[in-house]
């Protein structure tokens, strides 16, 4: 369980700067966050 909360506040960080990204118009960075997501993703899923 320790280890699904530490995903969840990660994924939290992560979904707040794409938000403040996005609000900012800055779509390098909405990119970026967005290919970070999925590959996070991807690699908890190999694992």
Do not use: C, H, T, W
């Not at 992560?14 to 990119?31: F, H, I, R, S, T």
């Not at 997501?37 to 694992?47: I, M, N, R, T, V």
């Amino acid at each position: 369980m320790p280890l699904f909360k530490s995903y969840l506040r990660q994924l939290i960080r992560q979904l707040k700067a794409l938000k403040k990204a996005n609000e900012a118009g800055d779509q390098a960075e909405v990119k970026r966050i967005i290919d970070e997501l999925l590959k996070d993703a991807q690699d908890g899923l190999e694992d």
